[in-house]
């Protein structure tokens, strides 16, 4: 059966001929020497017992994140674990306008005794969690003393719900007396109401996810190039097709490419689990970028002290530093990638993406000067 070609200069044989040179530049990457190398990292990668390790740590994570939020929220901020109660005794000659205030309050159930010491009966008894003593003293203020069980997370728990209890009784009895103040005061802000999950997840959770492979991505490189010179397979490398920087190329390749695909897997896995991720080309960018800049540095820093443990641990002392410095500015990655992911980002925060997109582009190239300046003898 013979093929219909279509008619030379028409839109069909014009979108013919560039569907042929696309799938000729796609031929051309994947046999180019660099991309041969990348694949044979990546290969190689498999048989790293510490990267695959971590691999299936992230996938923990993003697989079960919905559990994990639930349980890291509950240790770090017991009172956003909802269907808490305590049960509270209340007593004194200020246990009225306590009461005025706890009836209303959620998470303390609250009744009055007679007297402090039938509250603090029952408290060793355990019918009662806590127990409060409200009295007014001279100054005509209302002090509250509380007695909560010596125990560890029953008491965290405990003093958690009776600290807001206090706040909103404190709320009310200034509102309560205002009018006996001789100037007006300041009017306070309205109590938050976000949710500790949606902020523990956005702000902790996603960039733990798409920051994370980009430092093992500057860590495979550390390890590639000390782990080719110490073990003197470099001089193989040396004789093949592969310029010394063809050869920085093919490492930082198989570094960068690994951590988009981690990082978009991770993003997939969160949005199944009930946590969609917004803009997320841009966070893929930013993760590409993120690799790209570690890589970068841990190639110069396996290049200039071939050692591998020595690299490995200024690496890492570098990439705490450098993260840390940048954490203290506005526009720090885990604010940026939290605005991305919540689709709350503006100009400023393109711009900011832009700015580490170019960052990492510079770092790429200083790398390359560096081995094009020294030559063979880059690469040990």
């Excluded at 269907?83 to 009055?112: F, H, K, N, P, W």
């Excluded at 125990?151 to 009018?179: C, G, H, K, M, P």
Aim: glycine share 8%; net charge negative; hydrophobic share 45%.
């Amino acid at each position: 059966m013979s093929e219909l070609r279509p008619e030379p200069g028409s839109d069909a044989a014009r979108e013919r001929e560039a569907a042929g040179e696309d799938r000729g530049r796609l031929r051309s990457f994947w046999r180019d020497p660099r991309t041969v190398l990348a694949r044979k990292e990546l290969r190689s990668l498999a048989d790293e017992k510490t990267i695959v390790l971590a691999l299936l740590i992230q996938l923990f994570v993003a697989a079960f994140s919905s559990f994990l939020v639930v349980g890291l929220v509950s240790m770090y901020q017991p009172g956003g674990v909802g269907g808490v109660s305590v049960d509270a005794g209340v007593s004194g000659d200020a246990a009225d306008e306590l009461l005025a205030t706890l009836d209303g309050q959620s998470g303390v159930d609250a009744r009055e005794y007679e007297s402090p010491d039938a509250a603090a009966d029952a408290f060793r008894r355990g019918t009662v969690d806590a127990t409060f003593l409200a009295s007014h003293t001279e100054e005509n203020r209302i002090e509250v003393t509380v007695t909560v069980p010596d125990e560890n997370v029953r008491t965290t728990v405990t003093v958690v719900q009776i600290r807001d209890a206090l706040r909103a009784f404190e709320r009310d009895q200034r509102a309560s007396r205002v009018e006996y103040l001789g100037t007006e005061p300041l009017v306070l802000p309205e109590a938050p109401s976000s949710s500790p999950y949606y902020g523990f997840s956005y702000t902790v959770l996603v960039p733990l996810l798409l920051l994370l492979p980009a430092f093992i991505g500057g860590s495979i490189t550390v390890d590639s190039l000390s782990e080719e010179i110490d073990r003197g397979t470099m001089e193989l490398l040396r004789v093949s097709p592969l310029s010394p920087v063809g050869i920085v190329d093919g490492k930082l390749l198989a570094s960068v490419l690994l951590a988009p695909a981690q990082a978009g897997l991770w993003m997939a896995l969160l949005s199944v689990n009930g946590t969609p991720v917004a803009n997320l080309p841009a966070l893929l960018a930013l993760t590409t970028a993120f690799a790209l800049a570690v890589s970068a540095l841990g190639a110069a820093v396996a290049l200039l002290s071939p050692d591998r443990r020595a690299a490995q641990f200024l690496y890492s002392t570098g990439v705490l530093g450098l993260f840390g410095a940048a954490a203290l500015l506005p526009g720090s990655p885990p604010n940026t990638i939290a605005r991305l992911a919540v689709n709350s980002a503006s100009d400023v925060t393109y711009g900011v993406v832009a700015s580490y997109v170019a960052l990492a582009v510079g770092a790429y190239l200083a790398v390359r000067a560096l081995v094009a300046r020294r030559g063979a003898a880059a690469l040990g």
